[in-house]
């Protein structure tokens, strides 16, 4: 009866006409900064070589909070330069006696071999000068002597112009397409022809294949634009708040948390302030503590993230806490009752995530329509669990 009470409680406080009216003023003031932040935030992405634009606004805000700039330059930017290495062109081709092949699925080139064209008809097991050869690795596997390289050097020199490999033993052959691969250089086109394919394609050993093959392969490099802010409390300890910022409820829940702790005048911590594209977030916090030595991973007693946060939907008004590498009092903290969330409070006892001293994940499971009263409250349960560990 309790539980039955409770939600209805909740449900009607978040659903029924004049809720906002219900709540208190700091949290109705907190709905309506959540809601216009929410109007400038949303999926985005970078164009000529500029930051997204939900990252020059989270920056704006954070500015105007006073919140000091952890990026580049004094500024809320860091651009973090990946390079992912090759993968395969849009260009590369195959195709066996008229069958278009996939690439990554049925074939995929060597890493270091040269984008080349080479077709012709050609046997499964003869080979012949100025013809692609068809290569069947199990010999050298039994053999123990693999070197693909060699292999290919001498395929060459008698004439091939191309090797399409295969492997119908049932040892590994440890080949595949390796983007990050920098060293290995191949005399000419060299693909692998993967088992299922192989084994209907290169089936008569008698036979011969029309062969049309086109090698391309093409360097991945992009920026990604990550944001950095810090407030300096001049504490010894830091805690880390963060979320992606192309999740448009969750960069507002950020702004809107950040805020709170900006103006709380805690003295125990120093709050770090990552937003991220998603699904970057540990590559943002590794990137920040290299360009950052002066702020120690061993310093950092836990993480906030708010990705999760929404407005909860009203018939189901939930928040689910999710902890990795638990702290002992997190369930006290972050898991108690509300009078308005029915809180869900979960714990791994795995450190998954790799964070130094812990992981809070704040999640409200789906969107509601309407106003921003149920993340408002969301927001502010974050806010009170974070309190106590300020003033012990």
């Not at 990705?307 to 108690?336: C, I, Y």
Request: with cysteine; hydrophobic share 40%.
């Amino acid at each position: 009866m309790k539980t039955g009470l409770f939600t209805g409680v909740a449900v009607c406080l978040l659903a029924c006409p004049g809720s906002a009216q219900k709540l208190k003023r700091a949290d109705r003031e907190l709905a309506t900064e959540l809601s216009q932040d929410g109007t400038h935030l949303g999926p985005d992405t970078p164009v000529g070589g500029k930051a997204p634009a939900a990252v020059v606004y989270m920056s704006d805000q954070l500015a105007r909070a006073g919140v000091s700039g952890g990026g580049e330059n004094g500024g809320f930017t860091q651009v973090e330069h990946v390079d992912e290495g090759k993968v395969i062109g849009s260009r590369c081709a195959l195709s066996l006696d008229g069958k278009t092949a996939v690439p990554g699925t049925d074939f995929f080139p060597l890493v270091g071999c040269p984008d080349a064209h080479a077709a012709g008809s050609t046997g499964v097991s003869l080979h012949e000068r100025g013809l692609p050869w068809i290569y069947d690795l199990r010999y050298d596997l039994e053999a123990g002597k693999l070197d693909m390289v060699a292999k290919a050097l001498e395929a060459k020199k008698k004439g091939a112009t191309a090797l399409l490999l295969y492997n119908s033993s049932g040892i590994p052959d440890g080949l595949k397409f390796d983007g990050s691969d920098k060293k290995t250089i191949y005399a000419l086109p060299v693909v692998y022809i993967s088992k299922e394919l192989s084994a209907k394609a290169f089936r008569d050993q008698t036979a011969y294949v029309d062969v049309e093959l086109t090698v391309a392969t093409q360097e991945r490099k992009y920026d990604l634009y990550n944001l950095a802010g810090y407030v300096n409390n001049g504490a010894a300890r830091t805690v880390i708040l963060e979320s992606a910022y192309d999740t448009t409820s969750g960069a507002a829940a950020l702004l809107a948390l950040t805020r709170l702790v900006k103006h709380a005048g805690w003295k125990k911590h120093n709050y770090l302030v990552i937003a991220y594209p998603g699904g970057r977030g540990q590559q943002a916090l590794e990137a920040y503590f290299v360009r950052h030595p002066d702020v120690k991973r061993d310093k950092v007693d836990f993480v906030i993230d708010v990705e999760g946060m929404a407005n909860p939907d009203p018939s189901v008004p939930e928040l689910t806490v999710r902890a990795w590498k638990p702290h002992q009092e997190w369930k006290s903290l972050f898991g108690k009752k509300d009078a308005y969330l029915k809180v869900r409070y979960e714990e791994s006892p795995a450190d998954t995530l790799d964070i130094p001293g812990g992981f809070l994940a704040f999640s409200t499971n789906r969107n509601g329509a309407g106003s921003y009263d149920g993340e408002a409250l969301a927001v502010r349960y974050v806010f009170n669990g974070l309190t106590p560990t300020e003033k012990k």
